[in-house]
């Protein structure tokens, strides 16, 4: 299996944080269906926190107005760009031990 040039991992991240950029501040600020079907339903008022809640309502604690969703978008793009890294370097050692 070869290898994919560095080049092409920063165009990726960089076009991820892009998006992130571009599109965050025009997310809708309603709730998103599991949300919408709780209130609905009447059982919104029995939702308990997620121990794993890293940014919750994607926003970035202390910073207010879109830059808050925009740096919670930019540090979920580099969580997922960490775990893939390790993915990818544990299944090519993987690989290189067959």
């Known amino acids: 299996m070869s290898r994919l040039p560095r080049?092409?991992?920063i165009?990726?991240?960089a076009l991820a944080a892009a998006i992130v950029v571009v599109l965050a501040p025009l997310a809708s600020s309603d709730p998103d269906g599991?949300?919408?079907v709780a209130t609905d339903?009447?059982?919104a008022d029995r939702a308990q926190g997620s121990p794993l809640n890293i940014l919750g309502d994607y926003l970035f604690p202390g910073?207010?107005?879109p830059l808050s969703t925009i740096l919670a978008g930019l540090i979920g793009v580099a969580?997922?760009?960490v775990v893939m890294w390790v993915v990818a370097r544990l299944?090519?050692?993987r690989e290189g031990q067959r």
């Open 11 to 13: 165009a990726g991240l």
């Open 63 to 65: 910073v207010d107005g």
């Open 41 to 43: 339903h009447g059982f």
């Open 91 to 93: 299944l090519a050692r």
């Open 7 to 9: 080049h092409w991992w």
């Open 34 to 36: 599991l949300e919408r």
């Open 79 to 81: 969580i997922v760009f």
